[in-house]
């Protein structure tokens, strides 16, 4: 397929996926955004087996096919790079040569590894990461953070309306050779915007001057941790304004309040579960409620409420009333405290998969020297948003501020 066939019929179905998204025919849309999928994944493999074609046509002739690459929507799908094998450009050894050498001593990249289309509004735009090296950094980001796994994660372009169910159709009994009324599921749309996270990171001189898995160790790490403490804390508590909007913003289903001077008891507990529909709903608190508040509280027959399991890896898995409990950084939310000045949420019931964090632009980043310390000083940027699309599974529990 020629490249112009192949981004006509993809703005054809581009533009039928538009016009039933507008009818509200949420099924139909759906599958013609598959078509969309399949189109695309069909003119990439038809790329790479052209690129090959042409690089063992070019191979025959003697002719330099070094740097050779072939784009899909002004991604490289395919090179002919001097390594065998690369066929992501920047997941090659060259690259990652270049990607150290720029992190680290400022070296400009060469011009065949610049993205000519690079937003050059802000001085902030610097260079993508190799592919390996951010997968490292998202699998790191996973098993550091205790919502992020939790959460749903899409890719969408920020600016896209997304469809979402805001509505379930009941099913009815009918008598034999009855029919039931029809039911239209409402549609509504939840909308990601650019949202700029950043964080500064440093990678020692010495560091910096070993080989590039040394390197590479040392910057996922540091990158993971910067950026999950980020995310998390917007997750749970974010403005939406600025940065994504967190759960604790939203209106939730059902609120169990705590009196002034009193503590969480086995009744508030009760009465939450009883407001919790969900069952995939989990707690989370910081670990000083837990351990202060629910720990050791026992219900009407003197059974505990609570319980500590130990998984294989050995950490402590909490518990209440059978359901899990997510235990939170003190960052993200209050902790319970013997009088605060104002309501404060200090536990709430959520089903996580109800929030959607986007991340639609890859991350890059952009370092430059602190001369106090010869520390290379890296800017990792990443253009993401966040919002919960279904607020029904959120129960919270309030201390209040006020008698």
């Not at 002034?260 to 009760?270: E, N, R, T, V």
Request: aromatic share 8%; hydrophobic share 40%.
């Amino acid at each position: 397929m020629k490249k112009e066939q192949y981004l006509e019929a993809r703005k054809g179905l581009l533009a039928e996926a538009q016009a039933l998204l507008d009818d509200g025919k949420l099924e139909d849309f759906q599958a013609k955004t598959a078509e969309v999928d399949a189109l695309d994944q069909r003119y990439e493999t038809e790329a790479k087996a052209q690129a090959n074609l042409d690089a063992l046509t070019d191979k025959r002739s003697g002719a330099d096919i070094s740097g050779a690459a072939v784009s899909v929507n002004g991604r490289v799908v395919a090179t002919m790079g001097k390594e065998a094998g690369d066929e992501d450009i920047y997941d090659s050894g060259e690259y990652k040569r270049a990607f150290m050498n720029y992190v680290c001593r400022g070296t400009p990249m060469p011009e065949r590894f610049r993205n000519a289309d690079a937003n050059t509004k802000t001085g902030d735009a610097g260079v993508i990461i190799p592919t390996h090296t951010v997968q490292k950094i998202y699998e790191a980001m996973e098993n550091t953070g205790m919502i992020l796994p939790l959460v749903t994660h899409t890719t969408f372009p920020g600016g896209v309306t997304v469809p979402t169910s805001s509505a379930k159709p009941a099913a009815t009994w009918v008598n034999e050779g009855n029919g039931s009324d029809r039911q239209k599921k409402a549609i509504g749309g939840i909308t990601f915007t650019y949202h700029k996270l950043r964080c500064a990171i440093s990678i020692s001189y010495e560091v910096a001057n070993m080989a590039y898995p040394v390197f590479e160790a040392q910057f996922v790490q540091n990158v993971a941790e910067a950026m999950v403490k980020a995310k998390e804390t917007a997750i749970i508590s974010g403005s939406g304004t600025g940065q994504p909007k967190g759960i604790l913003k939203e209106t939730a289903a059902g609120t169990v309040s705590i009196a002034k001077a009193a503590h969480i008891s086995y009744k508030d507990l009760c009465a939450a579960e009883a407001a919790e529909e969900d069952e995939g709903a989990l707690w989370a608190m910081t670990k000083k409620t837990y351990m202060n508040e629910i720990e050791g509280m026992t219900d009407e027959n003197g059974q505990p409420v609570a319980r500590v399991t130990y998984g294989l890896n050995g950490k402590p898995q909490y518990y209440i009333l059978g359901r899990r409990v997510v235990i939170v950084n003190s960052d993200y939310m209050n902790s319970f405290a013997g009088t605060v000045a104002a309501d404060s949420v200090v536990a709430f019931l959520y089903n996580f998969h109800d929030y959607i964090f986007n991340e639609g632009v890859a991350m890059t980043v952009k370092p430059y020297v602190d001369e106090e310390t010869d520390d290379t000083v890296i800017k990792a940027i990443e253009i993401c948003d966040g919002k919960s699309v279904r607020n029904t599974s959120l129960v919270t529990v309030v201390q209040k501020g006020t008698a």
